[in-house]
């Protein structure tokens, strides 16, 4: 188990006549990431509407804001337990078995033009064994083609973007793994969380995106970008891909600051608390289910 202290604190400028924010920086309550305690503090005296999605555990916080600064300021304690499975033994799940809610990532969607890449997936991945391993072999392949270069990319970057100019940040990354594996009908989905452990060399703590693919039954985690530790991720937003998945979308003239986010490990043996460190195991935070369920 990890035990994660996690702050965020996001400021803007709001422009008259005000401006509308959805935000996704809480941290999702998943079957093996338990909330210990979180606090969330907004600048300006609004209402504050809250959603959490059923199926992914997505938590939402909705508000109007009025011309003037704005701050959000969040702060949790987790703990994370993840379900470990050594990876010769996760196997593809058949689309016949998949459940309703894992089937709206095996389409196409804005960033992951699955459908365009399917004869070069087939002809990289088609022959490989059906598990965890072809998965990762796609993580690789990916981490391998593709360059870490910051200020590469944009909001209107795709993954056939990425595929052509072989550079980009972490959900470039993301979106060209998960656009190969829905070419094969492996469910994946474009996953948010704190890039705990990254080389400090890339810049300050920031959001992260990494992938979570259905085999097994489970959602497993998979980092294409290989730029941090995935047993410390702190999940946040999930979804078919970045649009989905955004820490904050706006509706109006606002002047955006960088975020300022800090992500630290606390370890107790007495209590079973371990440091985030790199595995070789498969690991979920998701509880899993019965095929067919």
Known sequence: MVHIHLAIDLLYGVNAPGADFIFNVQAAHAPQQSVVWEELQVSQPVPLVMHTDPATRTRTLRLTASPGPLTLRYRATLDIDHHVSQPDSVFETPVAQLPPDALAYIYPSRYCQSDCVTAMAIEL????????????????WVQGQVRFESNTSNSMTSALDTLNDRKGVCRDFAHLMI???????????????IDFGADPALGPTDFHAYVEAYIGHRWYIFDPSGTAIPMGFVRIGTGRDAADASFATIFGNVVTHAPR??????????RGWDMPVHRAEALSTDGGRPAGG
Not at 179 to 193: S, V
């Open 179 to 193: 656009t190969f594996c829905r070419a094969l009908n492996i469910p994946e989905r474009f996953t948010t969380a």
């Open 125 to 140: 991945f088609g022959q490989m064994p059906q598990g965890y391993r072809r998965v990762q072999a796609i993580q690789q």
């Open 261 to 270: 986010i800090d992500i630290s490990a606390e370890t107790s043996r007495q």
